[in-house]
């Protein structure tokens, strides 16, 4: 690994630390040690009372819960940041996730669409050029739209909803501090308590990066366009953004420490770098920054991860715990979403164990966190349910694993005549079980739209016998999975192509 200084414009720059911006979330005054009495305050009694305000939290657990006592006796305090706009309900996904990530994907899709569109009879002009401030006021007033439904909601569902900062002070007591100047303070007692923070960006911690650098938090809110730009780290969230930064055509590079994709089928993964590579995005491989300072880039952007908003959450001896059932070490406090460990950072599976631990507190079951679908948003978007190949490798042996692939050419890109054979399906299959499928793999267009039905297909246990006797479609990409498939070897990958065009 080799360390480099990454630098910034020296006039005009930012010189604000995003520190300042970023402010803490709820987490950070909750768990102070002491004791406020209570009769120095307002005091309420709820059944339920959550903090933050992620898709597990507030409206999820009120729909569930509408024909229970819950839905009836419920508070909410979100997780506030000074970041977002408040309220900021919704979470990461609804404010700087999911949503605007999308959103501005779709946008640099619809780029390569224009272009495509000349060989199917368009007369586009040559030059295409991208509004940046135009895309980001669109995404903008849709994000306060959703925040706005979300407010409507909970007051629908007749959840008591608190603007405000939180602070445990006693058993089954709570203190929020309105974020209004007037500070006002109310106390709450409860008999159930979840904590739903969600995650915040993580910094590098080395000089320069709180002043110069922006988070993907930034970045889609951002007012003006960020033109070249460095991003570091090999995330998902890092290749979705140079995605598009690129695809709308910003000059864009991107800084590796190691892999790509951790946690993700390396095949996979190093087949999206090399499209993102043949589409104009530079790599640094092996390389980590040391120092943020002066003049290369217009704008750097780190996305190495996220971490959960507890913070001194221990000073209250408070503590999560690693297995199911989603509660801490204290009986009535609970956490759901991306602050447990080792469990999937999906919005999905924050609003389904959101629902779940809603019925399973007054008579349900548990969330299954086993082949859980996700797809990463990048320029050749990638779908994957189940094992990747390595992991199948490792828990059942490589002797017992079969590979099945196919790279295919979309109908669609066939009359522009690009990126012949880039798209790629592969299956894993248990030889030992009856070849059923434990992974399921895709590259290509709409990839999110083709993996979430096979996500159904594989928790019912679906087998390579019963996906070759299934007609596909076509012709469309999703066929793909239906149409014989070439075996191969574990880990060792051949030039096997079958067109689906």
């Not at 006002?184 to 008999?191: C, G, R």
């Not at 952007?301 to 297995?323: M, P, S, V």
Request: proline letters at 5%; charged letters at 20%.
């Amino acid at each position: 690994i080799n360390p480099v200084i990454c630098t910034l414009p020296t006039s005009g720059g930012r010189r604000t630390p995003l520190s300042q911006k970023i402010g803490n979330s709820v987490l950070r005054r909750l768990c102070k040690q002491g004791c406020h009495s209570p009769h120095t305050h307002t005091l309420q009694h709820m059944e339920f009372t959550d903090q933050g305000s992620d898709p597990s939290s507030s409206l999820d657990l009120s729909h569930s819960c509408s024909n229970t006592r819950l839905a009836r006796d419920r508070t909410c305090v979100p997780a506030l940041s000074r970041h977002y706009r408040s309220p900021c309900l919704g979470g990461t996904c609804v404010n700087v996730g999911c949503i605007p990530k999308k959103l501005m994907h779709q946008a640099a899709l619809l780029g390569q669409a224009l272009r495509d569109s000349r060989n199917y009879g368009w007369n586009v002009e040559e030059t295409i050029k991208h509004d940046w401030e135009r895309m980001t006021e669109a995404v903008q007033n849709h994000i306060g739209s959703l925040n706005w439904g979300y407010r409507v909601a909970l007051r629908e569902k007749k959840v008591t909803y608190e603007n405000a900062y939180g602070q445990f002070v006693g058993p089954h007591r709570i203190k929020v501090i309105a974020t209004n100047n007037k500070g006002k303070e109310k106390i709450y007692s409860a008999e159930k308590f979840l904590i739903a923070t969600g995650e915040r960006p993580r910094y590098l911690g080395i000089p320069g990066d709180k002043e110069y650098c922006i988070s993907s938090d930034d970045l889609f809110s951002l007012p003006y366009c960020p033109g070249k730009t460095l991003v570091v780290g090999a995330s998902y969230v890092a290749l979705e953004c140079a995605g598009f930064l690129a695809g709308i055509g910003l000059d864009v590079t991107v800084m590796v420490r190691s892999i790509l994709l951790r946690g993700f089928d390396q095949d996979m993964a190093n087949k999206i770098g090399e499209h993102m590579e043949e589409h104009g995005v530079k790599f640094i491989r092996q390389f980590v920054p040391i120092k943020v300072s002066g003049a290369a880039c217009k704008f750097v952007l780190l996305a190495i991860g996220r971490d959960a908003c507890t913070r001194n959450i221990e000073k209250a001896l408070l503590f999560l715990l690693k297995y199911y059932f989603k509660q801490t070490n204290v009986p009535y406090v609970y956490a759901i979403g991306d602050i447990l460990e080792g469990k999937p950072e999906l919005t999905p599976v924050a609003i389904q164990a959101g629902r779940l631990l809603a019925q399973r507190l007054y008579g349900g079951s548990t969330c299954d966190y086993e082949n859980v679908p996700t797809t990463v948003f990048t320029p050749l978007e990638y779908g994957a349910c189940g094992l990747s190949e390595e992991k199948a490798v490792e828990k059942f042996g490589e002797e017992n694993i079969e590979i099945y692939h196919s790279y295919f050419w979309p109908l669609e890109w066939t009359i522009p005549s690009r990126d012949n054979n880039k798209c790629y399906a592969k299956i894993v299959c248990n030889i030992k079980d009856n070849e059923r499928v434990v992974g399921f793999h895709i590259l290509g267009p709409n990839a999110g739209e083709v993996t979430q039905g096979f996500a159904a297909a594989l928790k019912c246990g679906l087998t390579k016998d019963q996906l070759d006797s299934t007609i596909g479609i076509h012709p469309v990409c999703a066929e793909v999975g239906h149409l014989p498939l070439m075996g191969q070897h574990p880990l060792t990958h051949g030039a096997n192509l079958g067109l689906c065009s």
